[in-house]
């Protein structure tokens, strides 16, 4: 392996150029797909391929996908601090109408179609609709409804104009209160107020996942602060959540890149105290980077939540190989190695050594694949691919532009010894002979460190929660709770 590693060097001092055009051409391809990335987290997704998920699948495929729920909660935002006011009570006829009006949804339950259904039975053929009732007649659903939840009042009126399938009794009526009505209503008190309540918006669930987001975010952008003036509206859900998973990793992503490329250029820098060396290794892992995301885009593997690791991942593992191979290379000039000569035994000299460790990283990462989450494995794989991308474009890239900048550069290549930074200095000497004159005793501290590793890892739980994904502070996340 040492031969064709050697080959390799022989390959990149004669050709560097048309190797350097080459690996451009195909990583401008690989960023043609760029512009395609889409964060779209599914939360389906990480169920197991087992049978009982199966099973799951093929009742939905015979019987058809239930609904979606999307839930719109309501808060009072007016001086009477209560959403059973004439006024608040028009609002949430609003977010009835408005929501009910949107394409594929199937059903919306709240206070607006509830009591539009109540006074359509009161009122009967009179009724001409929720608008036009008076402020006198909807103050008059308070103690009606009060009155039918305290029993003082029958609600066999009501049932007589609902069809069998419809009817209730005050125990489901009541239960159907304490989950759409804060835990502070009281219906037996005198005036009863309503602080909060929820509206239940049913989604076709048999439509794409992409649908069934862009729907969610029409809700979110249709139903909002903005429009009215009695009440606060937040919204949340599964979906809801999965588009916020998906926003917050796209910012994630933006953020995580900038400072990884910020501390690993800082770190290049002072290592080597040449441009060339911090900018060499960071354009060679920008077009691995580049690599692995057509690879993902070619493959159709979706971008989710946990695409995001992937690029820290393969900065902070590919980065090592330009450094052993740099490091490498000026050794040789120190021996008074020419550039061509300096290049191909750096690369002959590390290669095997290289390939071995990404060949291990790669089936570390790739034991992902046994994994019964569609999203672990797919990340095992792309993982995989990223780190071999990030060594291959350093043996190749890396060292064809090393060697074309210093072959036509008029200043000489390194080759003083360069002074390492003091911290890594005193670390390497402190463990090197630390191992020298106290080996037993470094044995019982890793030993010791060991055993109370394995005491807390068997402790570890394995669990999954969308919640954790997202701040607390988020819309969707304080409103779920």
């Given at each position: 392996?040492?031969?064709?590693?050697?080959?390799?060097?022989?390959?990149?001092?004669?050709?560097?150029?048309?190797?350097?055009?080459?690996?451009?051409?195909?990583?401008?391809?690989?960023?043609?797909?760029?512009?395609?990335?889409?964060?779209?987290?599914?939360?389906?997704?990480?169920?197991?391929?087992?049978?009982?998920?199966?099973?799951?699948?093929?009742?939905?495929?015979?019987?058809?996908?239930?609904?979606?729920?999307?839930?719109?909660?309501?808060?009072?935002?007016?001086?009477?601090?209560?959403?059973?006011?004439?006024s608040?009570?028009?609002?949430?006829y609003?977010?009835?109408q408005?929501?009910?009006?949107?394409?594929?949804?199937?059903?919306?339950?709240?206070?607006?179609?509830?009591?539009?259904?109540?006074?359509?039975?009161?009122?009967?053929?009179?009724?001409?609709?929720?608008?036009?009732?008076?402020?006198?007649?909807?103050?008059?659903?308070?103690?009606?409804?009060?009155?039918?939840?305290?029993?003082?009042?029958?609600?066999?009126?009501?049932?007589?104009?609902?069809?069998?399938?419809?009817?209730?009794?005050?125990?489901?009526?009541?239960?159907?209160?304490?989950?759409?009505?804060?835990?502070?209503?009281?219906?037996?008190?005198?005036e009863?107020?309503?602080k909060?309540?929820?509206?239940?918006?049913?989604?076709?669930?048999?439509?794409?996942?992409?649908?069934?987001?862009?729907?969610?975010?029409?809700?979110?952008?249709?139903?909002?602060?903005?429009?009215?003036?009695?009440?606060?509206?937040?919204?949340?859900?599964?979906?809801?959540?999965?588009?916020?998973?998906?926003?917050?990793?796209?910012?994630?992503?933006?953020?995580?890149?900038?400072?990884?490329?910020?501390?690993?250029?800082?770190?290049?820098?002072?290592?080597?105290?040449?441009?060339?060396?911090?900018?060499?290794?960071?354009?060679?892992?920008?077009?691995?980077?580049?690599?692995?995301?057509?690879?993902?885009?070619?493959?159709?593997?979706?971008?989710?939540?946990?695409?995001?690791?992937?690029?820290p991942?393969?900065?902070?593992?590919?980065?090592?190989?330009?450094?052993?191979?740099?490091?490498?290379?000026?050794?040789?000039?120190?021996?008074?190695?020419?550039?061509?000569?300096?290049?191909?035994?750096?690369?002959?000299?590390?290669?095997?050594?290289?390939?071995?460790?990404?060949?291990?990283?790669?089936?570390?990462?790739?034991s992902?694949?046994?994994?019964?989450?569609?999203?672990?494995?797919?990340?095992?794989?792309?993982?995989?691919?990223?780190?071999?991308?990030?060594?291959f474009?350093?043996?190749?890239?890396?060292?064809?532009?090393?060697?074309?900048?210093?072959?036509?550069?008029?200043?000489?290549?390194?080759?003083?010894?360069?002074?390492?930074?003091?911290?890594?200095?005193?670390?390497?000497?402190?463990?090197?002979?630390?191992?020298?004159?106290?080996?037993?005793?470094?044995?019982?501290?890793?030993?010791?460190?060991?055993?109370?590793?394995?005491?807390?890892?068997?402790n570890?739980?394995?669990?999954?929660?969308?919640?954790?994904?997202?701040?607390?502070?988020?819309?969707?996340?304080?409103?779920?709770?």
């Amino acid at each position: 392996m040492d031969a064709m590693f050697r080959w390799v060097g022989k390959v990149i001092t004669r050709y560097a150029p048309v190797v350097i055009i080459v690996l451009l051409i195909i990583s401008m391809v690989f960023a043609l797909m760029i512009p395609k990335v889409e964060f779209k987290t599914n939360l389906n997704k990480f169920l197991p391929d087992n049978e009982l998920v199966r099973a799951n699948e093929r009742v939905n495929d015979f019987f058809g996908d239930e609904s979606i729920v999307h839930l719109i909660y309501v808060e009072e935002d007016n001086s009477a601090h209560d959403l059973l006011t004439p006024s608040a009570l028009r609002e949430q006829y609003d977010i009835y109408q408005t929501v009910s009006n949107m394409e594929d949804i199937v059903t919306v339950i709240g206070l607006g179609s509830i009591f539009d259904e109540l006074f359509s039975i009161l009122e009967g053929e009179n009724y001409t609709g929720f608008n036009d009732l008076s402020d006198t007649q909807l103050e008059s659903i308070k103690p009606l409804f009060s009155g039918i939840l305290n029993s003082s009042l029958s609600i066999d009126f009501i049932n007589q104009a609902l069809p069998p399938e419809f009817q209730l009794t005050i125990d489901e009526l009541r239960q159907l209160v304490d989950i759409f009505f804060d835990k502070e209503f009281n219906y037996n008190a005198p005036e009863p107020k309503l602080k909060s309540t929820l509206v239940l918006v049913l989604i076709n669930g048999s439509l794409k996942t992409t649908i069934i987001k862009q729907i969610t975010e029409d809700l979110r952008t249709s139903i909002t602060n903005d429009d009215y003036m009695q009440l606060t509206v937040s919204h949340t859900g599964g979906y809801v959540i999965s588009s916020d998973l998906d926003e917050a990793s796209s910012e994630s992503f933006s953020v995580l890149g900038i400072v990884i490329i910020i501390l690993i250029a800082l770190i290049l820098l002072l290592t080597f105290r040449r441009l060339s060396y911090m900018l060499i290794p960071l354009i060679t892992l920008a077009l691995a980077v580049i690599w692995t995301f057509g690879s993902m885009l070619m493959l159709g593997i979706e971008f989710t939540v946990i695409t995001v690791a992937i690029v820290p991942l393969i900065i902070g593992l590919g980065v090592d190989y330009s450094v052993y191979v740099s490091k490498r290379y000026q050794e040789e000039l120190r021996r008074g190695r020419n550039i061509s000569e300096a290049i191909e035994n750096a690369i002959g000299s590390v290669g095997t050594a290289m390939f071995l460790a990404v060949l291990t990283t790669i089936i570390a990462f790739m034991s992902n694949m046994a994994s019964d989450i569609v999203p672990v494995r797919e990340f095992g794989l792309v993982c995989g691919l990223g780190i071999f991308f990030a060594f291959f474009l350093t043996i190749t890239f890396h060292t064809s532009l090393r060697w074309l900048i210093d072959i036509k550069s008029s200043r000489k290549p390194a080759l003083q010894k360069e002074n390492e930074l003091y911290l890594i200095d005193l670390g390497t000497s402190t463990a090197s002979r630390s191992v020298i004159y106290y080996p037993a005793l470094v044995m019982v501290v890793v030993i010791m460190i060991t055993i109370g590793g394995i005491l807390f890892g068997i402790n570890v739980r394995t669990e999954f929660n969308d919640k954790d994904f997202l701040p607390s502070e988020w819309e969707s996340m304080q409103t779920q709770v």
